[in-house]
């Protein structure tokens, strides 16, 4: 069974632009989550989508977007990029039932300059 | 609102000796806890979880984590560590509802030969 897969797995962008993140879930999961990693704010939850509505979202600013498909791949985006989102990006994908396992992909590494 | 407390940022162990990492959390009800490890530039794993029952919970690669509600701590455990355990290591609470993980800060463990 494949695993969670983000794309791309390292992107550089300048600052105003935007950018556009991909994570295909495992088969059969119905809920993609995403977090920020990053040295100084550690790992900060962003929101989680299941069956296709956002069921939970963390404490970012409206520049940070996501949506998913009808196949359960989701996708984030960051519009107008300022340098302090430069980090990880990691999807997290699963059942759907509250507080199952999780299973992370490898994640984005996304550099603002 | 939860949190999550890991004291220890960094912590040296020989191999084969035993390793303890400390996490401390504040949740407002019964907490839904878990411990994940990651490798350098990999995404996370989940070692092991608690919801109910057993105060005392084992999880995978040896590992296991003991539930102390009057402590608010959920510390993990291995008995003899391996090279292949170094990494780092990420305490999480969750919500009742949903996939909404927060996360401690991390301990980085360094395994000397």
């Known amino acids: 069974k494949a695993g969670v897969t983000q794309t791309p797995r390292y992107l550089i962008k300048t600052r105003g632009q935007q950018v556009t993140l991909s994570c295909s879930p495992i088969?059969?999961?119905?809920?993609v989550s995403w977090y920020q990693q990053t040295p100084g704010q550690g790992l900060q939850f962003l929101f989680e989508?299941?069956?296709?509505?956002?069921?939970n979202k963390g404490n970012f600013p409206g520049r940070f977007s996501g949506r998913q498909f009808s196949n359960s791949r989701s996708e984030m985006n960051v519009s107008t990029l300022e340098l302090g989102d430069s980090a990880l990006y990691l999807c997290?994908?699963?059942?759907?039932?509250?507080?199952?396992?999780?299973?992370f992909g490898s994640g984005t590494q996304l550099s603002v300059l | 609102a939860q949190s999550v407390t890991q004291p220890d940022i960094h912590i040296t162990v020989s191999e084969g000796a035993s390793l303890e990492l400390r996490c401390n959390y504040s949740y407002g009800a019964t907490p839904y806890l878990f411990w994940y490890v990651q490798s350098p530039g990999q995404g996370l794993q989940l070692l092991l979880k608690y919801f109910s029952g057993d105060t005392l919970v084992q999880g995978i690669k040896g590992f296991e984590a003991e539930f102390k509600r009057s402590q608010s701590s959920f510390n993990l455990r291995k008995p003899s560590v391996h090279w292949s355990d170094a990494a780092e290591y990420f305490c999480a609470v969750g919500k009742a509802a949903g996939n909404k993980l927060t996360f401690g800060g991390g301990t980085r463990v360094l395994v000397k030969p």
């Open positions: 997290a994908s699963s059942s759907g039932w509250p507080n199952e396992k999780l299973f």
């Open positions: 989508y299941f069956s296709e509505t956002q069921r």
């Open positions: 088969s059969g999961h119905r809920s």
